[in-house]
């Protein structure tokens, strides 16, 4: 459902586990970062409000969404965190670099994510302009970063359930 569609923060508190057992590693890229800013506050206060510990999760920034690959990488290499959530907002510019980088981040964060059989959550925007970013992180299409974070504790949950 394409997001216009649909406000992103809108779950009910039915349809997200307790984030309670779960650690959480956070990676920000620092581009656009007064959209990234806001992304990270949705998941924090999300992970918060269902249940996490704040002392569970660690939070860690990177220069830009390319980087969100290899910040989850070193973050599950630790085997501390359940589930990693990459947040990143790219914006298009004059030339490709955009196809490049979005391409590299939503391939490398899977790559990542089977690796170490851990949950990384895609929580990048990657937007024609800073408007359509500015309505997706607290503005009128809710926050990526809340969705990024029940998703997290969504898959959290699933792969406790499932593990041998
Ligand atoms: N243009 C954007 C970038 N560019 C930087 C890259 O992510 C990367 O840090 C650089 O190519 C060095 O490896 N990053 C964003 O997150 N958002 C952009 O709009
Ligand atoms: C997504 C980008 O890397 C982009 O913002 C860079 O801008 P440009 O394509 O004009 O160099």
């Known amino acids: 459902m394409a997001t ?7 779950f009910s508190g039915s349809e997200i586990p307790s984030a309670a057992p779960y650690r959480f590693g956070i990676v920000v890229a620092e581009w656009n970062a007064e959209i990234t800013n806001a992304l ?4 924090y206060n999300s992970l918060i409000a269902n249940g996490a510990a704040a002392g569970n999760i660690e939070t860690y920034p990177v220069p830009g969404s390319f980087e969100l690959t290899s910040g989850a990488d070193i973050l599950l290499k630790t085997g501390r965190f359940d589930a990693v ?8 510019g004059e030339t490709r670099h955009f196809d490049f980088i979005c391409n590299a981040v939503a391939n490398g964060i899977s790559n990542v994510s089977v ?7 895609f929580g990048v925007l990657t937007t024609d302009n800073q408007q359509q ?12 970063g ?9 898959m959290a ?3 406790k359930t499932l593990e041998a």
């Not at 959530?85 to 298009?92: A, D, P, S």
């Not at 970013?133 to 990526?144: M, P, Q, S, T, V």
């Not at 809340?146 to 969504?154: N, R």
């Open 40 to 43: 990270y506050q949705g998941a």
């Open 146 to 154: 809340d969705e990024a974070a029940f998703t997290a504790i969504k």
């Open 133 to 144: 970013a500015i309505d997706r992180a607290g503005g009128k299409h809710g926050n990526k």
């Open 115 to 121: 690796k170490y059989s851990k949950p990384v959550i």
């Open 85 to 92: 959530i990459c947040l990143g907002c790219v914006i298009q």
């Open 157 to 159: 949950e699933l792969a």
């Open 4 to 10: 216009h569609l649909k406000n992103l923060s809108d």
